[in-house]
C-alpha cells in the first residue's frame, strides 16, 4: 500500500481507527487514527464504522462516512483490511473488489513481522496464527497478488483496480 501510496498520491485511501498506541513514525490521521476504548465504542454504537475486529489485543475499523462521501462522489476508496473486515465489507458491498496480499512464503512473513520489533512474543505468536488462519483464506478473494518484489505488486494492484492510465502512473523507490 505504500508503494501505491507513492506512486499515486491522489487515490484514496481509507484511515482506519485503532486502540492501539502509535509506533514510532506513525501519524495520527495519516497512518490511523488514534482513539480511545471509549471513542471506539462510540463508534461502534453509532454504526459509524464499516466494519471492524479485534487483532492481537486492540480494536481497528473503517470509519463509514469517508467510505460513503467517496462512493457518493464515484470515487474510488481503497481499504487495507484483515480477513475479518473483508468478510463484514463483502456482506455490506459485495460488489466490491477485494485482493488479497500474500507474503511469498511463511518464513518471509514471519521474518517481516519479526522485524518489526513492535510486539511482544505473546502477541507475536498470536499474530502469526492468525496469519495462518488468513493464508488459507486466499481463495475467497477475487484476486491475489504475491508480494514478493513491491513494485511487481503495485504494478498488479494498479493493474487490478484500473489506475494504469492516471498521470502519476511513475513508479517510485519502494
Given at each position: 500500500m505504500a508503494g501505491l501510496r507513492r506512486r499515486f498520491p491522489e487515490v484514496l485511501f481509507s484511515v482506519s481507527v485503532t486502540t492501539r498506541a502509535p509506533r514510532t513514525g506513525e501519524v495520527d490521521g495519516v497512518s490511523y487514527r488514534f482513539v480511545t476504548d471509549e471513542q471506539f465504542d462510540a463508534l461502534v454504537a453509532s454504526d459509524g464504522l464499516l466494519e471492524w475486529a479485534k487483532y492481537a489485543g486492540t480494536r481497528y475499523g473503517t470509519p463509514r462516512q469517508p467510505v460513503l462521501d467517496a462512493l457518493a462522489k464515484g470515487e474510488t476508496m481503497l481499504l487495507e483490511i484483515d480477513l475479518a473486515g473483508a468478510r463484514q465489507i463483502r456482506v455490506s458491498f459485495p460488489e466490491a473488489l477485494?485482493?488479497?496480499?500474500?507474503?511469498?512464503?511463511?518464513?518471509?512473513?514471519?521474518?517481516?513481522?519479526?522485524?518489526?520489533?513492535a510486539e511482544t512474543e505473546a502477541q507475536m505468536a498470536t499474530r502469526l496464527?492468525?496469519?495462518?488462519?488468513?493464508?488459507?483464506?486466499?481463495?475467497?478473494?477475487?484476486?491475489?497478488?504475491?508480494?514478493?518484489?513491491?513494485?511487481?505488486?503495485?504494478?498488479?494492484?494498479?493493474?487490478?483496480?484500473?489506475l494504469g492510465g492516471r498521470a502519476s502512473d511513475t513508479k517510485g523507490n519502494s
Open positions: 477485494q485482493v488479497f496480499i500474500a507474503p511469498p512464503s511463511w518464513d518471509e512473513l514471519e521474518r517481516r513481522l519479526r522485524g518489526r520489533g496464527a492468525r496469519a495462518k488462519d488468513e493464508m488459507a483464506a486466499e481463495g475467497e478473494f477475487d484476486a491475489v497478488i504475491v508480494n514478493d518484489d513491491v513494485d511487481k505488486a503495485v504494478d498488479e494492484l494498479v493493474e487490478l483496480v484500473g
